[in-house]
């Protein structure tokens, strides 16, 4: 019996990994909306509902809750790291790139609070997993803000050791301050907060811009 062509199982496989790599996708779409639709403690028969499948069938293409969660997370990162990004590179003045950060990070947790919530929560989670999602998402958004102060302690003539620590420092107080306005409800507009966290920040800041804020950013 002749064997089957190496080129054609190849094909084959590339197919089905693709077919794989696109059902995954659709169960964390699936597991998205979900979440929004039952909140941050929705368990899998609810997305497997919402997917209009089994969990027999989601644990197919996932080991298990926590892998579900984890792939979810990493979505969340994906979207959360680019918009900051954009943000952070919005501009070349200091203050108005962490104004920016800052906004864009609780923009972003306002839009959808119960999804951030899942990711923060850990619902899904019935083992331990090699990396927190969420200590590395703090971790990349902390980093991208390192690398940005950097540049402008170099602009200034400053030495740029300091820029890891105020960079993940900066992360730090935006998150614990998030967590707490979620967590109470929102007790004040989106804008106070930013504005406030914006203040915060800079004081210790500030020292990148030798000139100080204009008159118009102290407002």
Not at 75 to 81: E, K
Request: proline share 6%; with cysteine.
């Amino acid at each position: 019996m002749k064997a089957e062509p190496t080129s054609r199982r190849d094909r084959r496989d590339s197919r089905w990994d693709e077919h794989r790599r696109a059902r995954r996708e659709q169960l964390v779409d699936a597991t998205v909306a979900a979440v929004g639709r039952y909140g941050a403690g929705v368990g899998m028969d609810e997305i497997a509902a919402e997917a209009g499948t089994s969990k027999t069938v989601v644990y197919r293409h996932f080991a298990d809750r926590s892998e579900l969660y984890v792939a979810v997370c990493n979505r969340v990162a994906a979207q959360l790291t680019e918009k900051l990004r954009a943000a952070m590179t919005s501009t070349d003045h200091p203050r108005r790139m962490v104004a920016a950060a800052v906004e864009t990070y609780l923009a972003f947790l306002e839009a959808d609070p119960e999804l951030y919530r899942f990711v923060v929560a850990h619902p899904l989670l019935d083992r331990p997993v090699d990396a927190d999602p969420v200590s590395t998402l703090s971790d990349l958004v902390g980093d991208q803000a390192a690398a940005l102060v950097a540049v402008a302690l170099e602009q200034a003539g400053r030495d740029p050791a300091a820029a890891a620590p105020w960079g993940h420092g900066l992360v730090g107080l935006v998150r614990a301050a998030a967590d707490w306005w979620l967590r109470t409800e929102r007790p004040m507009p989106r804008a106070a907060l930013a504005a406030h966290l914006t203040d915060l920040a800079w004081a210790g800041l500030s020292s990148l811009d030798p000139a100080g804020p204009t008159p118009e950013e102290k407002k």
